[in-house]
T-cell receptor
Framework: GESVGLHLPTLSVQEGDNSIINCAYS??????FIWYKQESGKGPQFIID?????DKRQGQRVTVLLNKTVKHLSLQIAATQPGDSAVYFC??????????FGAGTILRVKS | KAGVTQTPRYLIKTRGQQVTLSCSPI?????VSWYQQTPGQGLQFLFE???????NKGNFPGRFSGRQFSNSRSEMNVSTLELGDSALYLC???????????????FGPGTRLLVL
């Protein structure tokens, strides 16, 4: 049958504001989660990860929150900058090194 | 430390041909995974190699194959190319890929394949 292209959600934020990108994961057995950033023409770049024995982890300007009860992951970016504009993917891992990726969210930062 | 490198970066082939893509992992990394990225299906896992053995495989037809060399470099091959194989092919490496303990995978820039 005809394939349906992925329609990525878009988040538009003003420079300096905080951004929150959400992700629903599918496998309750997943125990490792990663956020990647992908800029045009480049491969996914690691941002931050979290294991299932944690519910929050902070990095530089980024925080990942994990809610296993509702299988939800979020990425918070503080003081969003134009260089943060990209597509953001969450990925879950329950089996060795096989990552299952979400569809992605486009982040647009307005100056 | 140099990142994951992939060659070639761009490739144009015609239907029915075959193609080989190459990936050099980060120095010291022994696990290499391959992913296909398309606008329609997103990022999908192809397979993973560790110690020259395929350890995990996604849901792709047998036309997609790969191998890993003793220096951890990896190649993937697609035979009898179809129009739908047009995609960005991404390689990712991780340190040991020890089964049961997930490690961060670092991606290369990808090879953009266009099938005409």
């Amino acid at each position: 049958g005809e394939s349906v292209g992925l329609h990525l959600p878009t988040l538009s934020v003003q420079e300096g504001d905080n951004s929150i990108i959400n992700c629903a994961y599918s496998n309750s057995a997943s125990d490792y989660f990663i956020w990647y950033k992908q800029e045009s023409g480049k491969g996914p770049q690691f941002i931050i990860d979290i294991r299932s024995n944690m519910d929050k982890r902070q990095g530089q300007r980024v925080t990942v929150l994990l809610n296993k009860t509702v299988k939800h992951l979020s990425l918070q970016i503080a003081a969003t900058q134009p260089g943060d504009s990209a597509v953001y993917f969450c990925a879950e891992n329950s089996n060795g090194n096989k990552l299952v990726f979400g569809a992605g969210t486009i982040l647009r930062v307005k100056s | 430390k140099a990142g994951v490198t992939q060659t070639p970066r761009y490739l144009i082939k015609t239907r029915g041909q075959q193609v080989t893509l190459s990936c050099s992992p980060i120095s010291g990394h022994r696990s290499v995974s391959w992913y296909q990225q398309t606008p329609g299906q997103g990022l999908q896992f192809l397979f993973e190699y560790f110690s020259e053995t395929q350890r995990n495989k996604g849901n792709f037809p047998g036309r997609f194959s790969g191998r890993q060399f003793s220096n951890s470099r990896s190649e993937m091959n697609v035979s009898t190319l179809e129009l739908g194989d047009s995609a960005l092919y991404l390689c990712a490496s991780s340190l040991t890929g020890t089964s049961g303990y997930q490690e961060t995978q670092y991606f290369g820039p990808g090879t953009r394949l266009l099938v005409l």
